[in-house]
């Protein structure tokens, strides 16, 4: 590693964007980061407490100075609180995102969103029966009524078990039951989190973490697969569509469209106004040869998965995006958007629009969707970032695009095995392929920018090992190469055998981060066809680069189905060694799996690789 650029990140146009941002005088991340050095170690393990106003308080981790909070809280306490907080902020985050969607489905089904749709009748009808929803004769705008108003009371109170966990194995679901950690409500449990970690409420770190489960998988198989469900519902199910990524997918002679955020509510209709024929012709009358629209992070993996629409990067590249001086306007949701991007952007042409009534950013300019007002409102931005093309100073376009290849919902996997997932069983069964693993999450600043995901991930399929990843992780090994047709040439013989005659690639883009609960879903497949539990199969998951609390939320609904899971970067648990100790090794009684943290990609290899074979044997499949 020769310069800075290459320090912070493996990718090309990521080093190449920072060299240019530097020359603009663009702050990025990675230089923040650096000011924030060294940050305060009573908060990196998890040790100080603002959850009352008799603190801020903190906990000596040497057993110097005090031990306990002014309330009494010891280290235990104050470490699982935390962990609680955060997970209840992840697990709301993705289950807000769900409710946005249903309220759409509510919308469409009242005709009051005009230019959404149900997409997928199919899946409408499928869902609704697992609402128990009789749907004989009924029109789909009537069943979507129905189902969005089911669906609302899995968010309450009202219920003793969420209904799609019935989609876990028979044991698992026995399991939640017997362990305490069935999720009832969606909100609820989230609720019932900020309510335990209120000083004075819970002060067991055992039955903090427990619950912290619960809300977790209230999450997963809540408020994330609701959101999923939904999705596919308005938009479609993925099927495999080739597209393109990295920063070369922003054209120098069009008029560059980028959307950032998760929720595909607004981009799948920025979409169909990007397609208008009128819209496109005014581009040309400007000089334009056309209208590109470019996706960042999850809600870019969104159009990606369903349209093939090429997405510019990850979440450390949405700074540098803005950077080239080729974006017209970026259109924002919410999560995981820099509240820097407006300063950034402040340097250029490009116009920063918030679209969210519940996300605002310092220097962006707010233009609220809602469903009645979003096919009419995406035109008029259209058309002003059309305007805006005139403004457009000079531009850096430094890479060319890479291939690859999305879409691979649970629905497409099984379509692809021809029907069932029998075939897949039968390669693990024969050892061609050793078994599965998700790579999923975030970047962070901490980790060198996509070296996490794509060592992890050459490791694993070298190993003949399917990959399976969503978010930025899916963005990354995207734009290394690896999601290409031909990419099986990096992939151990047995798994390159087999992807090679199924015609897909060794590491299959699942999704955004809400769809990360396509991965439990196929997982369940698996277990139920071969009749054991989550817990028993070849598989594993991991975060390398996580940052967010919605990833703390999705690691623990992975473990609590049942999922052993590696986590790149330390979460703030290391004051407590008995919180340390329950998390790495005490799950395993509790729910069969416990989490790993390994910061280096090839011994996060090493451990997943030594997991799926102990599982392998476990099952006698190389006896
Ligand atoms: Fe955000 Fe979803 Fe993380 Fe990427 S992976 S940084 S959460 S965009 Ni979900
Ligand atoms: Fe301090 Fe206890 Fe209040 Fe936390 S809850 S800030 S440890 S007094």
């Not at 900020?194 to 903090?208: A, E, F, I």
């Not at 290409?484 to 981060?513: F, N, Q, W």
Request: hydrophobic share 40%; glycine share 10%.
């Amino acid at each position: 590693m020769s310069n800075i650029y290459e320090k912070n990140t493996i990718t090309e146009d990521g080093q190449l964007m920072l060299k240019k941002a530097e020359k603009d005088q663009i702050e990025t991340v990675w230089d923040r980061y650096q000011a924030q050095l060294p940050q305060c170690g009573y908060c990196e393990m998890g040790l100080s407490c603002r959850v009352c106003n008799m603190g801020p308080c903190r906990v000596d981790p040497f057993g110097e100075g005090p031990q306990k909070g002014v309330c009494g809280a010891d280290a235990d306490i104050i470490v699982a609180r935390n962990l609680g907080r955060m997970i209840a902020a992840g697990a709301a985050a993705h289950s807000d995102h769900g409710r946005d969607l249903v309220e759409v489905l509510e919308n469409v089904a009242e005709g009051n969103a005009p230019g959404y749709a149900i997409t997928d009748v199919e899946k409408l009808k499928q869902v609704a029966l697992d609402y128990g929803i009789n749907i004989d004769e009924k029109a789909p705008l009537r069943i979507a009524g129905e189902l969005a108003h089911a669906m609302q009371g899995d968010y309450g109170t009202r219920k003793k078990e969420l209904t799609l966990v019935k989609r876990a194995p028979k044991k698992r679901r026995e399991l939640w039951r017997n362990a305490g950690i069935m999720p009832r409500g969606i909100d609820r449990e989230t609720s019932e989190m900020m309510h335990r970690t209120h000083m004075g409420v819970d002060n067991g770190w055992q039955s903090l973490l427990l619950h912290a489960l619960r809300n977790a998988l209230s999450d997963g198989w809540g408020g994330s697969l609701i959101a999923t469900e939904v999705s596919d519902i308005l938009f479609g199910t993925p099927k495999p569509t080739p597209n393109t990524v990295n920063i070369g997918v922003l054209k120098e002679d069009e008029v560059n469209i980028v959307v950032h955020g998760h929720n595909p509510v607004v981009s799948e209709m920025i979409l169909q106004a990007c397609q208008e024929p009128d819209l496109l012709r005014m581009a040309k009358e400007k000089g334009a040869k056309g209208i590109n629209l470019a996706g960042l992070c999850c809600t870019g993996s969104e159009l990606l998965m369903r349209h093939g629409i090429p997405v510019a990067g990850n979440h450390l590249m949405t700074e540098l995006v803005i950077a080239t001086g080729a974006v017209e306007m970026m259109l924002v949701d919410y999560q995981c958007i820099m509240p820097s991007l407006g300063t950034v952007a402040s340097c250029y042409h490009t116009r920063m629009i918030s679209t969210s009534d519940k996300a605002r950013f310092p220097g962006m300019e707010h233009r609220e969707f809602h469903p009645d007002n979003s096919r009419e409102l995406a035109r008029e931005l259209i058309r002003e970032a059309i305007e805006n093309y005139e403004q457009r100073g000079q531009v850096y376009i430094p890479v060319e695009p890479v291939q690859s290849v999305g879409g691979f919902s649970v629905e497409a996997i099984i379509s692809a095995l021809g029907g069932t997932p029998a075939p897949l069983l039968e390669a693990i069964k024969a050892g061609k392929i050793r078994g599965v693993a998700g790579v999923v999450g975030c970047n962070n600043p901490k980790i060198r920018h996509d070296h996490g995901h794509v060592t992890l991930t050459q490791r694993l399929i070298e190993n003949d090992i399917l990959v399976v990843d969503t978010g930025c992780a899916a963005i990354a090994t995207a734009k290394a190469g690896l999601k290409m047709a031909d990419a099986i040439r990096y992939a151990g013989p047995g798994l390159k055998e087999v992807c090679g005659a199924l015609g897909i690639p060794p590491v299959l883009h699942m999704g955004s981060c809400v769809d990360n609960v396509r991965i439990l879903i196929l997982a369940s497949a698996l277990a139920d066809a071969l009749g054991c539990d989550i817990s028993d199969l070849p598989v594993a998951g991991s975060a390398p680069e996580w940052y967010s609390e919605k990833a703390v939320s999705i690691g623990t609904y992975f473990v609590a189905s049942g999922v052993y899971t590696v986590l790149g970067p330390m979460p703030p648990i290391t004051g407590s060694m008995n919180v340390v100790k329950l998390l790495t090794e005490g799950l395993n009684d509790v729910v069969g799996a416990a989490f790993a943290v390994e910061p280096d990609p090839e011994k996060a290899a090493l451990l997943i690789r030594r997991h799926i074979e102990s599982k392998r044997r476990a099952l006698g499949l190389d006896a």
